[in-house]
């Protein structure tokens, strides 16, 4: 509850907190205030721009976009998050051990993250595709897989600065266990940078599960999800920009409010300024 | 006049509104003359200078009155006319001449470049002139010099050469911002000596700002003692130190340790300053918050203003009106409960740096190795404080981090009697660490209440935690409700009560003390020595207190071990530190400390040369290739025999016992009340 008034004080917090509540009402609400069938054609108005009838227009089957972003959000953002979450909390842990224990460990550990960050995100998430078979729930943990290595070298990075700092010698010398070391002594100490990294993830997730989509390895057409509704419209952006343009900006809201959510929890979670926001 | 400071005003603006930062400041320096200007942590003798050399850091919100250099009001100076009076009119020196330095020109370019953009000489002649530079400041081979870079160099040779760039257009003015406090005192003394002779030769005025009272009284024809962004006195060197007169003034004197302290049982004042309020309706007069002789009729009267009294300038109300305020009164030092039981004893304890990697041992390379630590042996007794003294690089911080079982070492220690590594669960109950600098030895995500009771629940699983953080709390003299704040809400000199207390929450029977004042103002530090010596008192813990700082450590140590390279040159009790015998080195530690009682004289001993490598392995003593008795070939060839001239005191000294005896006094002492230890 403090850190939510802090967030609301705090004027990025309270902006990205505005966005990421529209995007998971959406997200939950979404199919039941939907006012068309999200899959049913209307060919008499194919292309049509934004109208009473059709908010964001319509596309080449003459869909309604409004409702296919309305029901498309569920699967869109909350995978995309699912994903985020995994790939954040995977990679802070590997970084702060690696980072923590130096030497071999670390030598070996970040070797590997090297070699599978030489692989694009897209490919090593098709290669964990290809081995664990199609489905979403699978494209969510190839894409979480896929960004560990990145959110492990942020990580590892900042832990390096502060395990040098004496309050780590300090419950060294105290004879404190590896546990507490690492998560309560370095882990909260690292976890901003790679908070705001998190945020700006989500909106890569997006696009990758919808590249993942296209290629057929993740939701299927005509299921509305946004990347999804992105990457067949392409075909058709000369004729209508509508239907590229529409789920374009759905992503860009939720990755503009969860980056300005990710700065808000930054400051709040600094107990240096977090009182004085 | 070459500078002329009046009624400036200076206020930032914050997100929180503005602040501010100087007020009501006048200052003259005269043609040839070197103002000291004093101040704690916070007081904004920064931001003097910066507003002297026109380089603001912050957003200005209003600046008033006028900085006159000359008859040139550099307040309304364009940034052109600045950029051309920067470096040639007005110089600066800053504390840390590693980040003053480029790091990718060499030492002559920096030289070069400053006089091609300040003077009309050609090429050859700017050539001539920056050797000519190099060799003013003492620096040897000034050709070879020239071609090297900052890195190559040690840190008082870079701080040489920031002083020849200050020098190089024969300004009229330099400002020193703390130019010697990043260097060790030996050379610090060098330094103020190259710079006293260089400013005498050339007539140049000076503002020389520094924390370091004693420093200032070395170097300063007059002074200027500044609190909370104003002036509170301004006077002859000489006379303020003798006869401080301003409250704020005499309780920052009466902090401060004098050489002669243990000789006329001196104690410390504890009683600081607290911060001047910086926003907001300003009180009357800016020290009445801590003051002892407020008095509400007289000082809140009216706004309090310097006014000029006898031979200076103070911002007093009560003395304004002829009154001379007491000096605040100093308990006096407590003693320690030694006891003649050793507790703790180390055995040819030796840290080496440096382990060769995979690939040099494929090849058959040896790796560099710097040995930090060489074969020290030494007892702790019962509740005895054993300071250790060296200057950077001497390994004394390496030896705390082998008995705080940080650093793995070679040699044997002793818990008790029993053999204990430092990492063991034995030894870890029984010996505690207190770090050098509370802002990163106390996590920042952690109340103070998780900081304290971590070790409660580690060493004394059975206590009741909230009642015993409480009790810790209060031991420390910090209040109960402390314990759901962040470190980030205290002050430095809370902060470090706070380390003390996690320290002391385990029951030690030894505290290892790194360098645990040497960042804080001297009434925290006197503070905190004091509660150092009270917890002694009442639980008989023994201290391991490591310092560079030897004014401070005669009002904790009853033992000193000095260090130099590595090994402990001399071993003795406190008291023997006023008189002859010393190692070399401790008498040169000694005479470059500097004192601010003007009733005491240092012999000056200085230091020539330099350090050897540390990656060298000596085969004679570590101190020959700058002791200033050197003997002769042997220093350099033979290791110097352990000689023990009296009892519990023992230098590491080719000298033969009978010439350490005969070596003069450093301090001598005019006060006429001196009494025997």
Known sequence: MKTLRALLRNPQGAAGLALCSLVMLTAILGPAIAPNDPEAFHFGARFAAPSAEFPFGTDWYGRDLFSRILVGARSTVLLALLATVIGTALGAIIGVVSGYLGGMVDEAIMRVTDAVMAIPSLLFALMILAALGSSALNAVLAIGIAFTPGMARISRSVTLQVRSLDYVSAAKARGESLRWIVLAEILPNTIAPVIVEGTIRVAFAIMTLATLSFLGLGAQPPAPEWGLMIAEARDHLFRSPWPVVAPGAAIAIVAIGFNLLGDGLRDVLNPRTGDHA | ?677
């Open chain 2, 1 to 677: 006049m070459t500078l002329t400071v009046r009624d400036y005003a200076l206020y930032y603006d914050t997100a929180t509104g503005p602040v501010r930062i100087l007020d009501d400041i006048s200052l003259d320096i005269a043609r040839g003359e070197v103002l000291g200007l004093v101040g704690e942590s916070g007081s904004a003798k920064s931001s003097l200078a910066n507003a002297v050399i026109r380089d603001l850091p912050g957003k200005v919100h209003a600046e008033r009155g006028s900085i006159c250099l000359g008859d040139e009001d550099i307040t309304r100076a364009s940034a052109a006319t600045m950029t051309s009076l920067r470096g040639k009119r007005i110089a600066m020196v800053f504390q840390n001449a590693a980040t003053t330095l480029d790091p990718v020109q060499t030492l002559g370019n920096h030289l070069l470049e400053t006089l091609e953009r300040h003077t009309t000489l050609d090429a050859s002649a700017r050539q001539a002139r920056a050797l000519e530079l190099i060799g003013m400041v003492g620096l040897p081979d000034p050709a070879a010099m020239m071609l090297r870079f900052a890195h190559e160099v040690s840190g008082g040779e870079k701080q040489r050469v920031v002083l020849a760039l200050a020098f190089a257009c024969e300004p009229e003015l330099i400002l020193f911002d703390e130019p010697t406090s990043a260097l060790d005192a030996t050379t610090a003394a060098t330094l103020l000596d190259l710079f006293r002779e260089l400013q005498a030769r050339t007539g140049v005025s000076a503002l020389f700002i520094s924390h370091d009272l004693g420093t200032v009284a070395d170097i300063a024809h007059r002074v200027a003692v500044i609190y909370g962004g104003r002036i509170v006195e301004q006077g002859p060197t000489e006379a303020i130190f003798a006869r401080p007169q301003h409250p704020y003034t005499q309780a920052l004197l009466a902090s401060l340790p004098r050489p002669s302290d243990r000789l006329t049982a001196r104690g410390l004042a504890t009683s600081g300053a607290r911060p001047a309020p910086r926003r907001g309706e300003m009180p009357a007069c800016l020290f009445s918050g801590s003051c002892p002789h407020h008095d509400p009729a007289i000082c809140d009267a009216q706004r309090v203003h310097a006014v000029p009294i006898a031979d200076r300038s103070i911002a007093c109300a009560r003395v304004a009106r002829g009154e001379t305020l007491p000096t605040p009164d100093a308990p006096a030092p407590l003693p320690s409960p030694r006891d003649s039981a050793v507790l703790l004893e180390a055995q040819n304890l030796s840290v080496t740096y440096g382990r060769p990697s995979l690939t040099d041992r494929l090849r058959g390379r040896t790796a560099l190795q710097v040995r930090a630590v060489r074969d020290i042996s030494f007892q702790l007794h019962q509740g005895e404080t054993l300071a250790l003294v060296g200057e950077s690089g001497c390994g004394k911080s390496s030896l705390a981090r082998s008995l705080s079982g940080l650093q793995p070492f070679a040699g044997k220690t002793l818990l008790g009697g029993v053999e204990t590594t430092p990492d063991s669960a034995a030894w870890r109950a029984r010996v505690q660490t207190i770090f050098q600098n509370p802002d990163s030895s106390l996590n920042p995500r952690h109340t103070l209440a998780t900081i304290l009771g971590r070790p409660l629940k580690l060493f004394r699983p059975d206590v009741d935690r909230p009642a015993e953080i409480a009790r810790l709390l209060q031991r420390v003299h910090l209040p109960a409700d402390y314990a759901n704040r962040y470190p980030h809400q205290l002050s430095g000199g809370e902060k470090q009560r706070v380390a003390i207390a996690r320290a002391l929450a385990a029951e030690p029977d030894v505290i290892i003390c790194d360098e645990i004042t040497s960042g804080l103002d001297a009434a925290v530090q006197a503070a905190i020595v004091r509660l150092l010596r009270e917890i002694q008192a009442a639980s008989g813990t023994a201290l391991v207190f490591i310092t560079h700082d030897l004014g401070i450590l005669r009002h904790v140590a009853d033992r000193v071990a000095v260090m130099y390279l590595g090994e402990m040159v001399e071993t003795c009790e406190v008291s023997a530190l006023d008189a002859a015998p010393w190692h070399p080195y401790t008498e040169a530690l000694l005479s470059s400390s500097h004192s601010v009682d003007p009733q005491s004289r240092a012999r000056r001993v200085r230091l020539q040369g330099s350090l050897p490598k540390r990656t060298q392995d000596l085969p004679g003593c570590p101190f020959a290739s700058r002791c200033p008795r050197h003997l002769g070939p042997q220093c350099d060839t033979q290791r110097p025999p352990l000689r023990q001239p009296e009892d519990g005191h023992a230098i590491l000294c080719h000298l033969a016992d009978d010439t350490l005896h005969a070596v003069p006094p450093i301090w001598q002492f005019k006060t006429p009340e001196r009494t025997t230890p």
